[in-house]
């Protein structure tokens, strides 16, 4: 999908919203802000976000010459725009439902640096590749409950619980050489416009528990607080290395864990009507985890693993987006 045809659907939405809560009935031009409604949509950019995903192994249990960590990919500073849609429904005055969709534009920037390492943490090669296409979505479901409301009206505290996906594909094409040990690889000059590697990584939360606070600081202006944690995040990854003719393509590695994830997202709400809401503040993503195996998938030798040492997973970025309330 071209970056014009998504934005030309973005305003698309986004003229729609603003439509259905101007053409909403009126509950009063001096109706109290805290009025719960039944329906809330919206609409958010998650502009210029900075992501990252590392990767390492440690395989010196297979051979005492390789280091630990064995190997380390690094895909960094991968900033792309990411579009989000949300929906809250309230069952009644204290419980509700929540969910999100969002998905990247623009997802052509960045690089991975690829480390390889011997026993005793020698480093013999380090190589750099473009980053060259594919990107990101998640989508998240919630329940929750409204446990405090403050005095005069003046805002609430949700406790949430909920699940999340999230997946994140890269694809890298050629590679300069930064580091190479001619006593162990071949150090020729090698330069290719190919596909190197492709990765994709999986992040299944089935449970998250956290909050959102709201507090009304001015008539029509309200800071927020939203966290969730996870204590165990499945992970699903798999690297495919185009170039490498020893290894299986379809993947060449794959890799599997638990871990700990985590997003935060403060932000201030101006009410620019009864029905209507400009929000802006700054969210973070993040996924790393604290066990997982290694494992690699040859040509012609079955398979073998090793301790997965470190997979993580961080995006983060200013939110800018409308709300719409009926």
């Known amino acids: 999908m071209e970056v014009r045809q998504v934005h030309a659907k973005v305003c698309s939405v986004m003229a729609v919203l603003l439509l259905m809560t101007l053409s909403a009935p009126s509950w009063g031009q001096n109706s109290d802000p805290q009025v719960q409604p039944r329906v809330e949509l919206s609409m958010r950019s998650w502009l210029f976000t900075a992501g990252e995903t590392q990767w390492s192994h440690n395989a010196s249990g297979l051979d005492p010459r390789l280091g630990d960590p064995t190997s380390k990919l690094t895909y960094k500073d991968n900033d792309t725009q990411l579009v989000g849609l949300g929906a809250k429904v309230h069952v009644n005055r204290r419980l509700f439902l929540d969910g999100a969709f969002g998905f990247s534009v623009d997802f ?3 690089s991975l640096i690829d480390d390889d390492y011997l026993a005793g943490r020698r480093l013999y090669s380090r190589t750099s590749s473009d980053i060259t296409g594919k990107g990101t ?13 403050f005095p005069n009206g003046r805002g609430h505290f949700d406790v949430l619980a909920g699940l999340q996906y999230w997946r994140t594909t890269y694809e890298a094409t050629g590679f300069n050489r930064i580091v190479c040990d001619s006593s162990v690889i071949d150090c020729n000059p090698h330069t290719s416009s190919l596909p190197v590697i492709k990765n994709t990584t999986h992040w299944i939360t089935p449970l998250h528990v956290g909050g959102q606070l709201e507090y009304r600081v001015m008539q029509r202006v309200s800071a927020n607080f939203r966290m969730t944690f996870s204590p165990v ?8 290395h185009f170039q490498r003719g020893d290894l299986q393509q379809d993947p060449s590695f794959s890799m599997w864990g638990l871990g700990v994830g985590v997003s935060a997202e403060p932000s201030i709400s101006i009410r620019l009507t009864n029905h209507l809401s400009l929000t802006g503040g700054y969210r973070v993503m993040w996924n790393r985890t604290y066990w997982g195996r290694w494992e690699s998938h040859p040509i012609g ?3 073998v693993n090793a301790p997965l040492t470190e997979l993580q997973t961080l995006r983060h970025g200013v939110i800018v987006g409308l709300t719409g309330s009926f």
């Open 108 to 110: 052509d920037r960045g």
């Open 137 to 149: 979505w998640y989508v998240q479901a919630n329940a929750g409950y409204r446990a405090v409301e």
């Open 233 to 240: 995040s499945v992970v699903f990854n798999e690297d495919i």
């Open 301 to 303: 030798s079955g398979s």
